[in-house]
């Protein structure tokens, strides 16, 4: 169910999410919407997923965001033993058999649908009798997706990009892997809240 608000600053009235996921409002941005009738108020609601503030996409509208998906890259950079830089993804490999996802594959002029379990990025999937996995240019798997507001505060949301599966973390599993822009409007959050 879609959830809708009116931007403060034009009145114009704006699609902002879809049920508890804020795809096209911003944590930070909640109290510059006014609620709908029969859309939930952002400013009072707790638990709901909100987009990350990239920070590429400042001078885009609450509700005129285009890729509402979107993703940042977790990972950072570490030197070997001979001083070689490479790059470094998040990974959690305790997930691995407790929350698969499932890809779903398709070979467009055989009609070939396969279901794959997804372990995001952490195994391959085991072979059977008429399929064999390998990697073949591996690729990163884990995005932080959004940013939750929970009576705890606000915490980071980890998903699979390739399955879509989410998990809650704490800030210094996260901040590690982030860097740039992008870490310093996060910080505030990884901090402690005075009691």
Sequence with gaps: MGEYAKRKSDGQEVKIGTCESMYYLRYEDRDKVEALPH???????????WRLPFPGEDHI??????DYKRGERLFK??????????CEDFTSPEL????NGI???????????LNVRCHHGEK???????VTPFWNGKGYSYELAHLKNTPDGVLPIVHCRHCGNMWRFAWEDVIPY????????????AEPVAA
């Design 124 to 130: 391959l999937p085991e072979a059977g009798k008429d």
């Design 96 to 99: 691995v058999g407790t929350q």
């Design 103 to 113: 890809i779903q594959m398709r070979h467009e002029e055989s009609g070939l649908l």
């Design 61 to 66: 509208r609450i509700g005129e965001y285009r």
């Design 39 to 49: 859309s939930l108020d952002p400013s009072k609601e707790l638990n709901l997923f």
């Design 178 to 189: 982030l860097s740039g822009e992008m870490l310093e409007r996060l910080k505030k959050y």
């Design 77 to 86: 950079m570490v030197k070997d033993a001979r001083g070689e830089s490479y």
